[in-house]
């Protein structure tokens, strides 16, 4: 499932390459055929996010408020398998495709579409001279829909499809506010309160490692910055959360805002401070550039040489090393 900073960036894009204009909606699929007869001819926005959720609001012109009953807006979660896959012309800039699935865990899951990416998602490569140039405005055409698309967005220079979202429907700006007070703290909203943080964590008895993936508690944050933000911060994943100090779940919400906001610029999680790459790279271990601990069990910890440990919990696989993260 795509971690927050992923929702983040394709908000960033989609306001890029669509804001302000008046677009086409259909499902090609069939499955959201009356919420894309709704938008077909709206003018989009913007775009927000919280955390994994995305919305989308949609007026009958490009001056209505965000705030006016007149705008209809679209949530979407991307779950385990969604994704967007864009396509257009020599002017519009965007990636190939935002979103689920990876080809290998960790893997960015983002290139850029054949005549370059975007300037809301710096990072990615542009083109190769090996590949014929994007057609000029006037001359591209959509290509048809590629398997169970549910949602086409459709503009002048280029087309945004949807498939396998785990949530996809129309809501009022009360629907919205309604999902959104379910919603933790964002690290990367600037609404986002630290100390509703802390407080939702103490509060509770679980286990910190188990509260920094409930959504109510924090907003966006999933199993690779869990693991490594609590490694950086010295914390056990088995600690109650009622059991950790104010200061140490402030410096974890410290940690996770510049290690997600460099997610955000670059579509791609990195968690290891240049000091701590080791030199040279243990055999087989290329994950030793990126993380500490995720996706490294019985190699040594980058901070201690501690074997990392794993074990499943809540359904998920939890990093930590025994030693740095003593309980």
């Not at 994950?287 to 499943?312: F, G, I, M, N, S």
Request: hydrophobic share 40%.
């Amino acid at each position: 499932m795509p971690e927050g900073h992923t929702i983040h960036r394709l908000s960033a894009a989609l306001s890029e390459l669509y804001g302000g204009q008046r677009l086409a909606a259909f499902s090609p699929q069939g499955r959201f055929t009356a919420g894309a007869e709704r938008l077909d001819g709206q003018v989009l926005l913007g775009a927000q996010a919280h955390g994994k959720h995305l919305f989308l609001p949609f007026a009958p012109e490009a001056d209505v408020p965000t705030d006016d009953a007149a705008v209809t807006w679209l949530r979407i979660h991307l779950g385990l398998y969604g994704s967007w896959t864009f396509d257009g012309d020599a002017s519009f800039t965007a990636p190939h495709a935002i979103g689920a699935p990876r080809r290998r865990v960790g893997e960015r899951g983002e290139h850029a579409l054949a005549h370059g990416g975007g300037s809301a998602l710096s990072g990615l490569a542009g083109g190769s001279d090996d590949v014929p140039a994007a057609p000029a405005p006037g001359q591209w055409r959509a290509p048809e829909p590629r398997g169970a698309v549910r949602l086409r967005l459709l503009g002048e220079h280029g087309v945004a499809d949807l498939t396998g979202p785990a949530a996809c429907e129309l809501l009022d700006a009360e629907g919205v506010a309604a999902v959104r007070r379910r919603l933790g703290p964002d690290p990367l909203r600037a609404d986002g309160d630290r100390e509703l943080f802390v407080a939702n964590v103490r509060r509770r008895r679980k286990a910190v490692g188990e509260l920094l993936m409930d959504q109510s508690v924090i907003s966006g944050v999933g199993n690779i910055y869990r693991a490594e933000t609590l490694l950086r911060c010295g914390i056990s994943p088995f600690l109650s959360g009622a059991h950790v100090s104010q200061a140490r779940l402030r410096a974890v919400w410290d940690d996770l805002v510049p290690l997600m906001e460099y997610g955000v610029a670059t579509g791609f999680i990195t968690t290891v401070e240049p000091d701590d790459v080791p030199v040279p790279l243990p055999e087989g271990d290329d994950e030793a550039t990126r993380w500490y601990v995720y996706h490294r069990a019985d190699r040594p910890c980058l901070r201690c040489a501690t074997p990392v440990r794993q074990k499943e919990v809540a359904g998920r696989r939890l990093f930590w090393c025994p030693t740095c993260q003593a309980y």
